[in-house]
């Protein structure tokens, strides 16, 4: 018997591939700091759970395949605040944004097509391509431009007649970068130009540090029937057990063509869906507090940064990571080695090897991906053991 070759090319996660080796540290008694996931630490508002509380349906029905109607609404509501009117056949509620992209790659993509993506991109992208037998390939971006996007001449000498969409993150995860007004245009003019779909998945849209102002998808009028719009509350609301994204589009093939995969797969949660539709309330304090309190800890993150030689890291505007170039030969072995052999007052900590991040080989090698989702008193004390660790790890190594 022999499984496909569509899952055997498929990765594991390097966000969790080093978990065994913590899991052995904290069995030795070592402290770990977990900076390698996004798992947001923010209390994920009561309205969510009041509202589940109170439903109490004598029998838990399937729901519409398109969303149940008040979160659609919400959701709508949510985006004229970006200045986008949506219905309700352009936008779907889906089992997070990870089912969104899944669908949206499937629908634009046939066996063998790309997608085009800026270097280092969100490592899951790779997986979801493949269920559609489509691939991403990359362009380069790099942390000494901040990670910000190159030339149109670069971008397109990718594109082969097999490109079907280009996608971004923005803000980016693993980059934190918010790509500016005039980057989202360049990428708007190439999709006209080749026929192309672009695909933004913003779901980090409401962390937006510095006062930046952050520019949507939503705001490229001329190009609205070839965007297709990724979100999810799992970031937005601290929700990510919640299983609620969507994916909104004002293109009518699209929007036509994706019903046949929504209605195959039934509906999204549908209690949890009753607990997304009453985040509509929630005050703009929350999500003010909330990004203050992100800022903070980026700040932290880059004052940590800066003190230690050889680190190359420009200040992200957004998401809640960071991508830093390290004074090391092995990111993966740098991490390993804090997780196996490197503590400090019994306390060490693990990051994401960037590699994992990449699809060109070799690239991401001396660079790690931190996430800064515990608080600020732990991550100053993580980021003077990254410090120390990555001393250790050079006289270790004979690194100068
Ligand atoms: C850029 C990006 N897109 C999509 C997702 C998936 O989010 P969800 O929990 O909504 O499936 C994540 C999760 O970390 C992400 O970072």
């Not at 609620?244 to 063509?257: L, P, Q, R, T």
């Not at 940064?305 to 993966?332: H, R």
């Not at 804090?338 to 991401?364: D, N, Q």
């Not at 990254?386 to 006289?395: H, M």
């Amino acid at each position: 018997m022999r499984l496909s070759n569509r899952i055997l090319n498929m990765q594991f996660s390097p966000i969790r591939k080093l978990a065994p080796f913590a899991a052995e540290a904290r069995m030795r008694g070592v402290k770990v700091y977990f900076l390698n996931i996004g798992q947001p630490d923010v209390k994920t508002p009561s309205a969510f759970y009041d509202a589940i509380c109170n439903y109490r349906p004598e029998v838990l029905e399937y729901g519409d395949s398109q969303g149940l109607q008040a979160l659609q609404e919400s959701f709508i509501e949510y985006y004229k605040k970006w200045g986008t009117e949506y219905t309700r056949n352009q936008l779907f509620i889906t089992n997070g944004g990870s089912e969104a992209l899944i669908l949206a790659f499937t629908v634009l993509c046939d066996a063998g097509d790309e997608i085009l993506s800026p270097e280092p991109y969100y490592t899951n992208y790779n997986n979801f391509a493949q269920q559609a037998d489509a691939k991403i390939v990359p362009f380069l971006t790099k942390a000494e431009d901040g990670f910000h996007l190159p030339s149109k001449e670069v971008i397109t000498s990718s594109i082969t007649n097999r490109t079907r969409a280009i996608l971004i993150s923005n803000p980016s995860n693993p980059t934190g970068t918010v790509y500016t007004a005039g980057e989202l245009r360049m990428l708007a003019d190439i999709a006209k130009e080749y026929d192309l779909f672009l695909i933004s998945d913003e779901v980090y849209k409401e962390f937006v540090y510095d006062g930046l102002q952050f520019t949507s998808i939503l705001s490229l009028k001329d190009i609205e029937d070839r965007t297709i719009l990724i979100d999810s509350i799992s970031k937005r609301y601290s929700a990510c057990g919640a299983r609620i994204g969507s994916v909104a589009s004002k293109n009518a093939d699209f929007n036509y063509n994706i019903m046949k995969l929504l209605q195959a797969r039934l509906c999204a949660p549908g209690v949890e869906q009753i607990g997304a539709a009453a985040l509509k309330d929630t005050p703009d304090s929350y999500f003010e507090e909330t990004k203050a309190e992100y800022q903070a800890r980026r700040d932290i993150i880059m004052e940590g940064l800066a003190k230690i030689p050889g680190v190359v890291c420009l200040k992200p505007s957004g998401a809640f990571y960071v991508v830093a170039k390290l004074p090391v030969d092995d990111a993966e072995e740098f991490a390993k080695f804090m997780l196996a052999e490197f503590s400090h007052e019994g306390k060490t900590l693990m990051v994401a090897p960037a590699g994992g991040f990449y699809s060109t080989p070799g690239l991401g090698k001396d660079e790690i991906r931190m996430a800064y989702c515990i608080n600020q008193e732990a991550l100053k004390d993580a980021m003077n053991i990254l410090a120390l660790g990555i001393e250790a790890y050079k006289a270790k190594k004979g690194l100068k």
